[in-house]
């Protein structure tokens, strides 16, 4: 390797180096991405969460118009 003539020409030489190189993932990141994932996973079963959605009551019938209290008592 020759040496740079600028600076600028080691900046690109070592960012193309640095690009192209690859890099080790520690025992302690992978753990530590393994066990992230892991978490994610479990929420992602167990549901979104929130509020839960109104559920719309049907509306309750009107009494029967036979149960009024003018038909009871027929005689008045």
Known sequence: MTK???PREHYKREKERRANAPKPESE????????YEALLAAQATKGKGGR????????????????????????E
């Not at 719309?56 to 149960?67: C, F």
Request: aromatic share 0%; charged share 45%; glycine share 0%.
């Open 4 to 6: 740079p003539r600028n």
């Open 28 to 35: 302690l990141m992978a753990a530590a991405r393994r066990e």
């Open 52 to 75: 839960p959605k109104k559920t719309a009551k049907k509306a309750a019938k009107p009494a029967d118009l036979e149960h009024d209290s003018l038909d009871e008592n027929p005689d």
